[in-house]
């Protein structure tokens, strides 16, 4: 895997994300039925976030890329258990998986950033990689936004789920070999 392929994984997960999010937040609303729920479920995801963020701190430089991947697996399973759900307490079961799947794609992304660039020379590599994963991001929401008109949210969270298990599939394909900071050392 090198910059290049880590710009694609993670524009394929981008449109993922980018194509459920802003209707998911209508999704959260319908069920929750208050500011209050809406606001704990999003608390959840972040505090689940955190406290598993400690716990992969230290396999990161060994299992990075085997993270990534199961980051997106987790997330495909929450997409797809998504339309089937009928109680608040599941929203927060499945809103705990997703801000722990959130910290393993932000880590080991961070951790594959570093490696698949030079110190010194990062600037452009970073700016590709933040445009073109911008550029999924809005196209995804526009969209979703065209597709809801005619299909329904939970078809969007099955496409979304399609998304994440194609980076998945990616990102394992690619798991072979290692970067070259690890080779070096």
């Given amino acids: 895997m090198?910059?290049?392929?880590?710009?694609?994984?993670?524009?394929?997960?981008?449109?993922?994300?980018?194509m459920?999010?802003?209707y998911y937040l209508l999704f959260l609303k319908n069920l929750g039925n208050s500011y209050?729920?809406?606001?704990?479920?999003?608390a959840v995801f972040t505090v689940s976030s955190a406290a598993v963020s400690r716990y992969l701190g230290p396999r990161l430089d060994r299992f990075g890329r085997e993270i990534l991947a199961l980051s997106s697996l987790?997330?495909?399973a929450s997409m797809l258990a998504f339309p089937w759900v009928g109680s608040y307490v599941w929203v927060l079961v499945l809103q705990a998986g997703m801000g722990i799947c959130s910290a393993?794609?932000?880590?080991s992304e961070r951790l594959l950033l570093a490696?698949?660039?030079?110190?010194?020379?990062?600037?452009?590599a970073l700016g590709n990689y933040h445009f073109w994963t911008s550029v999924s991001s809005g196209f995804a929401v526009l969209a979703g936004g065209y597709l809801?008109?005619?299909?329904?949210?939970?078809?969007?969270?099955y496409l979304s789920a399609?998304?994440?298990?194609?980076?998945a599939w990616m990102v394992w394909r690619l798991r072979g070999g290692t970067s070259r900071k690890r080779a070096a050392g």
């Fill in 36 to 42: 209050s729920k809406y606001g704990l479920a999003f």
């Fill in 104 to 107: 393993m794609q932000r880590m």
């Fill in 162 to 167: 399609l998304l994440y298990a194609a980076s």
């Fill in 74 to 76: 987790g997330m495909m």
């Fill in 148 to 157: 809801i008109d005619w299909l329904t949210i939970d078809v969007l969270f």
């Fill in 20 to 22: 459920i999010y802003p």
């Fill in 2 to 18: 090198n910059i290049r392929w880590l710009i694609r994984f993670q524009s394929v997960i981008t449109l993922a994300s980018g």
């Fill in 115 to 124: 490696d698949y660039t030079d110190c010194g020379a990062r600037g452009p």
